[in-house]
C-alpha cells in the first residue's frame, strides 16, 4: 500500500494538506494550512518511490540553497523533514499567481518596458543569491512566478534551487565532483554548462536571463534545433536570431544588452546582475529603476575563477554530486592572480612561436627520415633541383592545406603553404585545453571564430 501523502493527511502534527496543486516526475505539491497559525502554506514532497540519492541531495540542496538567500523575490522555506517512510519534504511559501510561462501563452510578447521591469525584479533575486554564494543553473520562465501586492503590484518569485550550485568560502574553483549529466533546461543553458555543468559562475545565470528577456519581448527562444543535441550545437555554435526582426519596436539599444548576456564567451558577456540592471534601468518604469537599484545595493561582487583545473579529490557540497562553484576572493585578488595584457600578449607569442619551432623541427626530421630511405634514381632526381629553404609558416611544397586534431590539448593544427611565400601564418595561437585558463589573444589579433573541426566529445563545437 502506497504511503504517499494524500488531501486531508496531517504533516508533522501541524500541517493539514488541502488540495493538491502540482503533480510531476519528482513529486507533488499540496496546498497545506498550519494548525495552529492558521496561514496558508505549500508542502512539496519527493515521490517515495525515488531512492536515487543524487535526487534525494537535489531536493535537499533546494531548501538549504532558498533557506539561505533573504530576498522578496525569492520564494522562501519555512521549514524541511521526514515522513515516518523517511520521504521528504519542505515547508514553502504558498503563492498564487502564474508562471511567466503562462503569460507568455496567455499574452503573447510584453511591451517593452513591462518585460525589463519584471526581468530587474528577478536581478535583484539573483543578486541576493549570487551574494550568498548560489548559482541557480535553472532560470526558465517556468521557474519565475509573477504574484501580486495587495495593491496589485507584480512580483516575481524566483522558484526551484535544485538544481542551484554552491560557491564555498573556503574552496577553490578546482574542488569540482564528477558529473556527466547536462544540468539545467536546455533551451536556457549556456554554452560552458553544455560543456561542463561544473564549469559555471553567476555569469550562467546571466546568459539564462538574456534568454528569458529575449521571449518576453519576442514571444519565441533566441535558439532552435528540432533534437536537444541540434539545439545544444546552435547554443553553442549560431548566433542569436535577431529579436527587432520580431519586435521591430524592441530599441537597438536593448536588443545589444541581451545580446551582451548571449556572448559565447562568458568573458565578454555582461559581468554580473549588478551591470545587467545599470544597462537595463534607462528602459524601466519608475518601479523598474527602484528594482535596479536594490539589485546594486544587494549585489556583493565575488572573484570569478578562472584558471583551475581538476583535482584528483573532488570536494562535494551539500551531499549533491555537482554542487561547488569558483573560490572567493576580493576583486584585488582577482587582479593578483590575472595576468597583465602585455603578460598574456607575451605568453602568447611564446606559445605561437614554440608549437611553430616544434612544426618546423618535426617537418624536418621526417624530410631527413625520407632522404635515407629514397631510391637511388629519386636521390640522383633530387639533386638536380632547387634546394627547398625552410621557413617559419610551416608551408609545404605543393601548396595544399592540412589540418589535424592534437587529442591531448583539443587543439586544431593547421598549415597551409605555397613554394614561394614567406610569409607568416595569419592563424591565431593555439587554443589551450579544456578548463585549462584560456590565454588571451594580443589586442590587436582579430577575433577568431569557432573552428569546424574542432569538436568536443559529445560533438558539440569547443569555443573557449
Known amino acids: 500500500m502506497s504511503n504517499e501523502p494524500r488531501e486531508g493527511d496531517v504533516v508533522a502534527d501541524k500541517y493539514r494538506l488541502e488540495a493538491l496543486i502540482g503533480s510531476g516526475a519528482m513529486g507533488r505539491v499540496f496546498r497545506a494550512r498550519h494548525l495552529l497559525l492558521g496561514h496558508a502554506v505549500a ?15 537535489r531536493f535537499t540542496r533546494e531548501a538549504q540553497s532558498t533557506m539561505a538567500i533573504r530576498s522578496e523575490h525569492v520564494v522562501q522555506v ?58 541557480h543553473r535553472d532560470l526558465k520562465p517556468q521557474n519565475l512566478f509573477l504574484v501580486h501586492r495587495a495593491g496589485g503590484m507584480p512580483v516575481i518569485k524566483i522558484l526551484d ?26 533551451a536556457y543553458v549556456s554554452p560552458e554548462q553544455i560543456r561542463d555543468a561544473r564549469n559555471v559562475d553567476e555569469r550562467a545565470d546571466i546568459w539564462s536571463l538574456g534568454i528569458v528577456l529575449y521571449m518576453l519581448l519576442g ?3 533566441p535558439f532552435a534545433g ?12 549560431d548566433p542569436p536570431r535577431p529579436l527587432r526582426d520580431r519586435t521591430p519596436g524592441v530599441p537597438a539599444a536593448l536588443e545589444d544588452v541581451i545580446f551582451r548576456c548571449l556572448e559565447k564567451r562568458r568573458d565578454e558577456r555582461m559581468p554580473n546582475v549588478s551591470a545587467l540592471a545599470d544597462a537595463l534601468e534607462p528602459f524601466a518604469s519608475t518601479a523598474g529603476k527602484a528594482s535596479a537599484e536594490l539589485t546594486r545595493s544587494t549585489y556583493v561582487p565575488r572573484a570569478i575563477a578562472t584558471t583551475a ?32 595584457d602585455t603578460e598574456r600578449a607575451a605568453h602568447t607569442r611564446k606559445r605561437t612561436v614554440g608549437m611553430l619551432v616544434l612544426v618546423v623541427s618535426v617537418t624536418a626530421s621526417a624530410a631527413w ?40 590539448a583539443r587543439t586544431l593544427v593547421t598549415s597551409t603553404s605555397t613554394s614561394t611565400s614567406t610569409s607568416t601564418s595569419t592563424e591565431g595561437p593555439p587554443q589551450p585545453a579544456r578548463r585549462l585558463r584560456p590565454v588571451a589573444r594580443p589586442a590587436s589579433a582579430p577575433k577568431a571564430g569557432p573552428k569546424k573541426g574542432q569538436v568536443d566529445r559529445n560533438g558539440v563545437p569547443i569555443l573557449d
Do not use: W
Request: negative net charge; proline residues 6%; glycine residues 6%.
Open 43 to 57: 508542502l512539496k514532497f519527493l515521490h517515495e518511490s525515488i531512492e536515487r540519492d543524487d535526487l534525494r541531495s
Open 309 to 340: 583545473a581538476p583535482t584528483a579529490t573532488p570536494v562535494s557540497v551539500l551531499d549533491a554530486p555537482d554542487a561547488t562553484m569558483t573560490a572567493t576572493a576580493t576583486e584585488a585578488a582577482r587582479a593578483a592572480r590575472e595576468p597583465s
Open 219 to 221: 514571444g519565441d527562444k
Open 161 to 186: 534551487f535544485g538544481v542551484s550550485k554552491v560557491e564555498s568560502r573556503s574552496q577553490s574553483a578546482h574542488e569540482l565532483t564528477a558529473t556527466d549529466a547536462l544540468i539545467g533546461s536546455p
Open 369 to 408: 627520415l625520407s632522404s635515407r630511405f629514397r631510391a637511388p634514381e629519386q636521390s640522383a632526381a633530387a639533386s638536380t633541383s632547387p634546394t627547398p629553404t625552410s621557413n617559419m609558416t610551416g608551408r609545404s611544397p605543393e601548396g595544399t592545406e592540412s589540418g589535424h586534431v592534437d587529442g591531448s
Open 78 to 135: 519555512f521549514d524541511f523533514g521526514f515522513l515516518p517512510s523517511q520521504t521528504p519534504y519542505i515547508v514553502l511559501e504558498y503563492l498564487e499567481g502564474q508562471d511567466l510561462r503562462a503569460l507568455l501563452r496567455e499574452r503573447g510578447a510584453l511591451p517593452v518596458q513591462r518585460a525589463v521591469d519584471l526581468i530587474l525584479q528577478v536581478c535583484a533575486g539573483l543578486a541576493a543569491a549570487h551574494a550568498a554564494g548560489i548559482v
Open 226 to 237: 528540432e533534437t536537444v543535441a541540434a539545439l545544444c550545437a546552435s547554443i553553442v555554435v
